[in-house]
């Protein structure tokens, strides 16, 4: 058959399957897909200075790496259901293990050092009771540990009647900040660069809860007040991890494709969602996967973005450098993003 033929045939059949309709033919009446099994589920991604990225597949257990030259590799086999993921100013990987999708969570903060393999359990009880589940945590510039706490698997397991948000200071001590009714289901955690304010996802999926971004203003003790609706997701699948950048914006990852349980649905779509400190949303960054779940800034420059969603790890380059305790910026960004960061506003 010669080429001119296999065009004249190929176009037809291209222009029938645009139009073909929705198959209802061939489903049962009623019929709607769902998800039989999950066999990955990535979260917390943290950027290292030598270029690896680690995040976790709470899923299977374990803690990833990907080396700077693509080689993907397990860092840790039992990493007692370990989500979100960050390093702080020294270099360190400080995770929060959970207590979700399977047993062995730990449910405890947790600090590696990469040097020696140390592991150094930090806190897993609050007032002589375990934790729920930590979730995403997020570090200020004197070293605090901001941590989420809420609890999406077996209730239970639960010790405290509380889902709540903790600061965890340099001198070991714990202090419990927000919690309920002020945010029913505290999720992804993010702390200005100037340590200003605190964000806090509020991810209460069922039925009528809370979907919201909300934002505190933090005194030097590290405590917050004068709570602020910075955006509402409503009905659609709220943010989840939440990163801020050196302007102040708010980096979210939020949305799905296919609802996955009563409460959840796709009225947002998957991606990462950038909203300024007012509440204003900026852009939307599509990713084509089926749950976001978190991100990450790397590179020497910051502004190569990594993001967690369903079982696989992206990454695409961005305008404007983000914001986490490590690797600092180089000195020109770093100079001018503080500037930039000096002048928000309250949110």
Known sequence: MDEARSREMSEPNRADRARLPSPRQFLKTGARLSRAAVIAFAEGPAYHSDGSV??????????????????????????????????????????????????????????????????EVLTERFESRRYNSPNDLAID??????????CYGDRSA????VE??????????????LEQPAIQQPNGIAVSPDDRFLYVADYNISPGGARRIWGFELDPGGLPSG??????????????????????????????????REGESSVNPAGIYVISP???LLDRIPIPEDVV?????????????????????????INVPGYSPFPPLNPGTGQQAAGQAGRMSRP
Request: with cysteine.
């Open 293 to 317: 779940t978190n991100m990450t800034f790397g590179g020497r420059d910051k502004k190569t973005l990594y993001v967690t969603a369903g079982k696989s790890l992206f990454k695409i380059g």
């Open 158 to 161: 639960m010790e405290m009647a």
């Open 164 to 177: 709540a948000v903790y600061r965890l200071d340099c001198d070991g001590r714990v202090s419990r900040i």
């Open 54 to 119: 680690y995040f976790s597949d709470i899923i299977n257990n374990r803690v990833m790496k990907l080396a700077a030259d693509g080689q993907l590799s397990v860092f840790r086999a039992d990493s007692g259901r370990t989500n979100g993921n960050l390093f702080d100013s020294r270099g360190r990987l400080v995770s929060c293990e959970g207590c979700e999708m399977g047993s062995g969570g730990r449910r405890r903060i947790v600090r590696t050092d990469l040097e020696t393999g140390q592991v």
């Open 227 to 260: 709570q602020t609706l910075v955006y509402d997701f409503g009905v659609g699948r709220p943010g989840d991890g939440l990163r801020v950048d050196m302007q102040g914006n708010l980096w979210t990852a939020a949305g799905i494709t296919l609802p996955k």
């Open 141 to 150: 510039r004197k070293g605090r540990i901001y941590f989420t706490d809420p």
């Open 278 to 280: 007012q509440g204003r």
